[in-house]
């Protein structure tokens, strides 16, 4: 069994259930506009928004690119004129107060915090980001938060791993490894950093590249048996 001594730990769909964050901000956000979401306009903001922070993982547009523009192009395409900047603005104070964890998330995380160096690497929006990790009373696991907007670089650059590595006291690459959700994020510049990778895959994705991680998971559980650490039951806890 591989020992490893640091762990970086991505947020959305990985540590924090993103999707129904998104779902209460969405709502919120078309009950102020006097909108009905429906199930239309929701599958094509979903289309708009994963081909935009695509495009933002592959370096072709900037992260204002993505969030100023997502629903004012949304908008548009039914019609509607919006300010997009304004829109975004409400939307990430919506979306701050969403911190709901994925299932089992407080608890890996209370265990790990005293066998490993936690650390969070994330693509998301930096204020909206520390606020909803505060909200989850996971934020005190972490000795630091890495998040693009600060970095001036994205998942899956190879600078912005760089600049991950270079503020980590004393790393060892060959005893660092990611976890996260996003295949081309995640994995993909794990992969090209030369650490060893954890792919979060509950949906059973497929994997068509040549990349293989080190390991697949269903659930943040199995990373017990991977970390080689005892589950620990908590009898309250922050979620």
């Known amino acids: 069994m591989k020992t490893y001594t640091t762990l970086l730990l991505d947020v959305d769909d990985t540590l924090l259930d993103f999707g129904a964050a998104e779902k209460v901000a ?3 956000l078309f009950k102020d ?3 009905p979401l429906t ?3 929701k ?3 979903k289309e708009i928004n994963h081909g935009l922070w695509k495009s933002f993982e592959e370096g072709k547009i900037s992260r204002d690119d993505v969030v100023n523009t997502r629903f004012s ?3 548009k395409e039914f019609g509607i004129e919006v300010d997009g900047f304004l829109l975004e603005q409400s939307y990430q104070s919506y979306l701050g107060e969403g911190n709901q964890l994925v299932e089992g998330a407080y608890e890996l995380l209370s265990s790990l915090q005293h066998e490993f160096d936690l650390y969070i690497v994330t693509n998301g929006v930096s204020k909206t980001q520390y606020k909803r990790l505060n909200a989850a009373g996971i934020y005190p696991f972490f000795k630091d938060i890495f998040v693009s907007e600060d970095t001036g670089y994205q998942k899956p650059m190879k600078e912005y791993f760089q600049y991950v590595f270079d503020r980590i006291p004393n790393i060892e690459l060959d005893k660092t490894l990611i976890i996260g959700d996003s295949f081309s994020a995640d994995i993909i510049g794990g992969v090209g950093s030369g650490i060893d990778t954890c792919w979060v895959n509950p949906k059973m994705l497929s994997n068509d590249s040549d990349v ?3 390991y697949e998971i269903q659930k943040l ?3 017990y048996k991977i970390l080689n650490i005892e589950e620990k039951v908590l009898v309250n806890s922050s979620n």
């Open 39 to 41: 199930d239309e306009v």
């Open 33 to 35: 506009q006097k909108l």
């Open 43 to 45: 599958s094509r903001y």
């Open 221 to 223: 559980d199995e990373l």
């Open 26 to 28: 969405l709502q919120s």
């Open 73 to 75: 192009t949304l908008f």
């Open 212 to 214: 293989v991680p080190t």
